[in-house]
């Protein structure tokens, strides 16, 4: 029978280690559960009452468990040192170098992490890898491990336990979660032990049956085929979007129909700008590095073709609001409503509005970015210096729109379809555009206001 474990720390309180270990600690009371970073700023704001992240219910878990069973530090070295459990969530970017056209994971800040645990830990540990990492990276991590720990009979168990969740929906996933994936060495007696001792924590309140074992490697590699698959949804999606305007087909009425087939299902079938996040094109990057370095060129390629019809839709969307414009956009005045790779997210990482931007800016046109949860200062520091000279960040969507010939919507935000569309076609310049990127406003009803709309995947007006 496997001790329950009563010690966790995490090492890295980002997007993925702060919600989850949240979540750990409220399902968990009787768990003490440490997040730590190098990161003195983002550590101060998990401790103060304006949290890094902005995750629908994150703050009410966090405010609920921190101070009883939920810390946030620094002392990374202390917080290894005092517990049983380690979970490794740290960032695992992709690399600039590749051997084809595939990128490897940079996976510096992970073997950081790993000479941090190997140097100060003076009893066993459990190490969970939360980060994204390539296929085999737990073999590695053993080898730097086993050879930095100053003190005799230190062991050493590693468990690949990928994160699912999906931003702007994180507390719903980790709350009730399709299923928890566990990898380890099942094959011995001590790894299975490893491994019983984290499905003990999820067994709080995970059901039995959602609570999947497996070997290491299947583990770490069911990560980034999860999200590959997730990605070619939205490009096959994105891919008919683009026939349904040359043939006048309808995308959301081809979707739907697709959609109810079962063995397709309706999820991730949305037509849109394209994907953003850190995650999806980082992964297939990487996942089609490991194809290229395992000699399998074709198997490499068949994934690239995901980002590169991810990369099409997004300069498709831009070419399209010039051609509409009359050809020219230079000096016009366009409102980009929503700047997040998502709705509920305030993450702009690989965000679409970052390249649709980029190219409405370098045809001239001065952009009105507004959204609801995007910082100035996180614009300015992803559109860069040159860029920001053409963008206005603004406080709200009617100083957005106010005198702009056209408006996108780059993120599906709610708030979007509850506008006084009339009153903004009033203050708007004519022919006023709308191009909805998301598939998300009453085209019908706008077209009758008077707006000229473009919508992807949707028949185009004669
Ligand atoms: P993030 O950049 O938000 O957070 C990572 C944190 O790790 C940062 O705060 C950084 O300061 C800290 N860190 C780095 N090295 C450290 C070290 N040696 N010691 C202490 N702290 C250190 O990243 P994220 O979005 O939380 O992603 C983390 C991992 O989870 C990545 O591998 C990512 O691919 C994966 N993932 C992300 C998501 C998502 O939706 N964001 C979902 C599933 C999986």
Same mark, same amino acid.
């Given at each position: 029978m496997?001790r329950?474990?009563?010690?966790?720390?995490? *090492?890295?309180?980002?997007?993925?280690?702060?919600?989850? &270990?949240? &979540?750990?600690?409220?399902?968990?009371?009787? *768990?003490?559960?440490?997040?730590?970073?190098?990161?003195?700023?983002?550590?101060?704001?998990?401790? %103060?009452?304006?949290?890094?992240?902005?995750?629908?219910?994150?703050?009410?878990?966090?405010?609920?468990?921190?101070g009883?069973?939920l810390?946030?530090?620094?002392?990374?070295?202390?917080?290894?040192?005092?517990?049983? &459990?380690?979970?490794?969530?740290?960032?695992?970017?992709?690399?600039?170098?590749?051997? =084809?056209?595939?990128? +490897? +994971?940079?996976?510096?800040?992970?073997?950081? /992490?790993?000479?941090?645990?190997?140097?100060?830990?003076?009893?066993?540990?459990?190490?969970?890898?939360?980060?994204?990492?390539?296929?085999?990276?737990?073999?590695? *991590?053993?080898?730097?491990?086993?050879?930095?720990?100053?003190?005799?009979?230190?062991?050493?168990?590693?468990?690949?336990?990928?994160?699912?969740?999906?931003?702007?929906?994180?507390?719903?996933?980790?709350?009730?979660?399709?299923?928890?994936?566990?990898?380890?060495?099942?094959?011995n007696?001590? =790894?299975? /032990?490893?491994?019983?001792?984290?499905?003990?924590?999820?067994?709080?309140?995970?059901?039995?049956?959602?609570?999947?074992?497996?070997?290491?490697?299947?583990?770490?590699?069911?990560?980034?085929?999860?999200n590959?698959?997730?990605?070619?949804?939205i490009?096959?999606?994105?891919?008919?979007?683009?026939?349904?305007?040359?043939?006048?087909?309808?995308?959301?009425?081809? %979707?739907?129909?697709?959609?109810?087939?079962?063995?397709? =299902?309706?999820?991730?079938?949305n037509?849109?700008?394209?994907?953003?996040?850190?995650?999806?094109q980082?992964?297939?990057?990487?996942?089609?590095?490991?194809?290229?370095?395992?000699?399998?060129?074709?198997?490499?390629?068949?994934?690239?073709?995901?980002?590169?019809?991810?990369?099409?839709?997004?300069?498709?969307?831009?070419?399209?609001?010039?051609?509409? &414009?009359?050809?020219?956009?230079?000096?016009?005045?366009?409102?980009?409503?929503?700047? +997040?790779?998502?709705?509920?997210?305030?993450?702009?990482?690989? %965000?679409?509005?970052?390249?649709?931007?980029?190219?409405?800016?370098?045809?001239?046109?001065?952009?009105?970015?507004?959204?609801?949860?995007?910082?100035?200062?996180?614009?300015?520091?992803?559109?860069?210096?040159?860029?920001?000279? %053409?963008?206005?960040?603004c406080?709200?969507?009617?100083?957005?729109?106010?005198?702009?010939?056209?408006?996108?919507?780059?993120?599906?935000?709610?708030?979007?379809?509850?506008?006084?569309?009339e009153? *903004?076609?009033?203050?708007?310049q004519?022919?006023?555009?709308?191009?909805?990127?998301?598939?998300?406003?009453?085209?019908?009803?706008?077209?009758?206001? =008077?707006?000229?709309?473009?919508?992807?995947?949707k028949?185009?007006?004669?």
């Open positions: 496997t329950p474990i009563t010690t966790i720390c995490c *090492i890295g309180a980002g997007y993925v280690g702060g919600p989850t &270990m949240a &979540m750990i600690a409220k399902k968990c009371p009787q *768990i003490s559960v440490t997040v730590v970073d190098i990161s003195q700023p983002r550590i101060d704001a998990w401790n %103060s009452s304006e949290l890094p992240i902005y995750e629908p219910g994150l703050d009410e878990i966090v405010f609920e468990c921190r009883k069973n810390f946030f530090s620094t002392d990374v070295e202390g917080a290894i040192r005092d517990c049983e &459990m380690i979970f490794v969530s740290v960032n695992t970017p992709t690399k600039k170098t590749g051997l =084809g056209k595939g990128k +490897a +994971a940079d996976l510096t800040y992970w073997e950081l /992490a790993a000479r941090t645990i190997a140097a100060c830990s003076e009893s066993d540990k459990i190490i969970v890898e939360k980060s994204t990492v390539p296929v085999r990276t737990a073999e590695a *991590i053993e080898k730097v491990l086993q050879r930095n720990c100053p003190h005799d009979g230190v062991r050493f168990d590693i468990l690949s336990n990928p994160e699912f969740l999906a931003e702007g929906t994180a507390i719903v996933d980790l709350d009730a979660p399709d299923r928890v994936l566990i990898g380890g060495k099942i094959e007696a001590k =790894g299975q /032990a490893a491994v019983d001792a984290l499905v003990g924590v999820y067994s709080n309140w995970v059901p039995k049956e959602n609570i999947l074992t497996a070997n290491l490697w299947s583990a770490e590699l069911s990560k980034l085929a999860a590959a698959f997730l990605a070619q949804r490009s096959s999606i994105n891919a008919m979007s683009a026939l349904c305007e040359a043939t006048g087909a309808d995308v959301q009425q081809v %979707s739907h129909a697709i959609g109810t087939d079962t063995r397709i =299902g309706s999820k991730f079938l037509a849109s700008v394209g994907f953003g996040g850190s995650c999806f980082k992964d297939i990057l990487n996942l089609a590095y490991i194809c290229e370095c395992h000699g399998l060129p074709e198997v490499a390629e068949y994934w690239h073709s995901v980002v590169g019809m991810n990369d099409y839709q997004k300069s498709r969307f831009v070419k399209r609001m010039i051609s509409a &414009m009359f050809n020219t956009i230079s000096g016009k005045k366009i409102s980009m409503l929503g700047y +997040a790779f998502k709705k509920d997210t305030g993450d702009t990482r690989e %965000s679409p509005a970052i390249d649709v931007g980029h190219g409405l800016i370098e045809d001239g046109a001065k952009l009105n970015i507004y959204d609801p949860k995007v910082a100035a200062a996180q614009i300015a520091l992803d559109m860069g210096e040159e860029a920001m000279k %053409s963008i206005t960040c406080k709200t969507h009617t100083e957005s729109l106010t005198g702009a010939h056209a408006v996108c919507i780059m993120t599906e935000w709610d708030e979007f379809k509850t506008y006084d569309w009153a *903004i076609y009033g203050v708007m004519k022919p006023a555009f709308v191009f909805d990127g998301r598939l998300i406003l009453d085209h019908q009803k706008l077209k009758d206001i =008077g707006f000229i709309v473009y919508a992807l995947g028949p185009l007006d004669p």
